[in-house]
């Protein structure tokens, strides 16, 4: 297969994207409002000797466009300036027939997560989540086959009535778009939303993310997600693999210079192919030593505690108290990584401390943890390199749903 075209709604710097190429897929479209993000979209998978092109799928536009996908609703965090778009006006953009569209993707953040510990339900016609309620709508414009939805854990298991009320509202809106001439029963889309971690597909990272598959017609009953190829700990029965772990995945990579310190690049060093990406935060002597004593007790800050070395945590973190908990946490080498955010090379916002080196991982290192391929180009600023990284759905995430996604394509 399998050709089937792909519009990406939120596509950041194109994890999702990516993952449907691998599996075979035409994206057609790709929307996101973050500037860094679409140029590292259009660097890596729109270029024209892109390595994708050896891939079974296709990119077939230039470049992202770059709109807010809010349609007007309120989205403090976009750009004023830029254009609230329709589905319509994204169709024109990319020169895309009404009803083209297989595959809507979509991974709106979830903006007022706040909000969801709120304990009143949601009033039925209208969400409180703009982005969630913009998304529905977008789909509503185009009604294809399938949605490939994603989200953070928490929509399912944030405070059960506040949870229960996002994805109500989600499903209920879904199970209630019909196209143009087909009845109730005809129409609406089935489905199936759980929360996957990525671990159990053979990712090198715990991630445990919302995924729904909605398919147009069809019964939930049947839809299911992929059962889990991997686990923590296989036996002969259940014919899973192990977890990969941080060091199977970036022991692979032989070029790379493992031993890297803090506040060195691999560009210019002898025996290496330059790797601008792989490169890791230049850290102050203090952390750094903090990092050796957290690596002498244990692994996290909390093992400094009644040891000589505690005054490392005090300044760390203002008390013991307030501590986050995992900060400065040193990675298992042994095991996957844990889940890799925005800040995801900054040692002080979680467990990102290199299993052997003291130093934050490197972006080279994140990505390749998110299982974006080695060949893939950051943005040279640090800040915008972590955010879209760990903003990413893991490529080969993406790959196995895309393949299981056909298995529903190829039933209607
Ligand atoms: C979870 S990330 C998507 C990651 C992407 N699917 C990937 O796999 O790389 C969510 C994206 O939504 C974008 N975003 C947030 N608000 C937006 C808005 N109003 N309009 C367009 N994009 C928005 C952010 O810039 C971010 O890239």
New binding site residues.
């Given amino acids: 297969m399998s050709g089937q075209k792909v519009v990406?709604l939120?596509?950041?710097?194109?994890?999702?994207s990516l993952g449907f190429v691998k599996s075979g897929y035409e994206v057609v479209g790709a929307?996101?409002?973050?500037k860094k993000?679409v140029e590292t979209y259009k660097k890596n998978l729109c270029c024209a000797d892109s390595v994708v092109d050896e891939l079974p799928g296709d990119i077939s536009f230039d470049e992202p466009l770059r709109?807010?996908?809010?349609r007007g609703y309120e989205?403090k965090?976009?750009d004023d300036e830029l254009e609230a778009v329709t589905f319509d006006d994204i169709r024109s953009h990319f020169d895309i027939k009404p009803g083209e569209v297989d595959v809507i993707c979509g991974?709106?953040?979830c903006?007022n997560f706040s909000s969801l510990r709120d304990t009143e339900p949601w009033p039925e016609d209208k969400p409180k989540d703009n982005?969630l309620r913009a998304f529905v709508e977008f789909v509503e414009e185009e009604v294809p086959e399938v949605v490939f939805f994603?989200n953070v854990r928490n929509i399912m298991t944030a405070g059960e009535q506040a949870a229960s009320t996002y994805v109500d509202w989600l499903t209920r809106s879904m199970e209630s778009i019909t196209r143009e001439g087909d009845s109730d029963k005809e129409g609406g889309y089935g489905y199936s939303l759980e929360v996957l971690n990525a671990a159990d597909y053979g990712i090198p990272q715990k991630r445990n993310r919302t995924i729904g598959l909605f398919a147009y017609g069809m019964d939930s009953d049947d839809i299911a997600l992929p059962e889990p190829t991997h686990t923590e700990e296989p036996t002969p029965e259940s014919g899973l693999e192990s977890w990969v772990t941080v060091s199977n995945a970036l022991r692979n990579h032989e070029d790379l210079k493992h031993d890297l310190e803090s506040g060195e690049k691999q560009v210019g060093i002898q025996g290496y192919p330059d790797d601008p990406e792989h490169r890791a935060r230049r850290h102050q002597s203090r952390t750094i030593e903090r990092m050796k004593a957290i690596r002498r007790h244990g692994g996290s800050w909390r093992d400094l505690i009644d040891t000589d070395d505690e005054n490392y945590i005090v300044d760390a973190h203002d008390g013991l108290e307030r501590g986050a908990t995992s900060a400065y946490g040193i990675m298992n080498g042994e095991e996957p990584a844990p889940t890799l955010t925005t800040r995801c090379t900054t040692p002080s916002c979680g467990r990102f401390t290199h299993p052997e080196m003291n130093r934050g991982i490197t972006f080279r290192e994140a990505a390749l943890l998110m299982t974006f391929p080695r060949w893939f180009k950051l943005p040279s600023k640090n800040d915008a390199a972590e955010r879209?990284v760990g903003?990413?759905?893991p490529p080969e995430l993406v790959q196995v749903l895309a393949s299981h996604i056909e298995l529903l394509l190829s039933k209607e």
């Fill in positions: 990406d939120f596509c950041g710097a194109g994890g999702a929307v996101d409002a973050d993000a709109a807010d996908l809010s989205d965090g976009v991974c709106p953040p903006q982005l994603e879209v903003n990413a759905v």
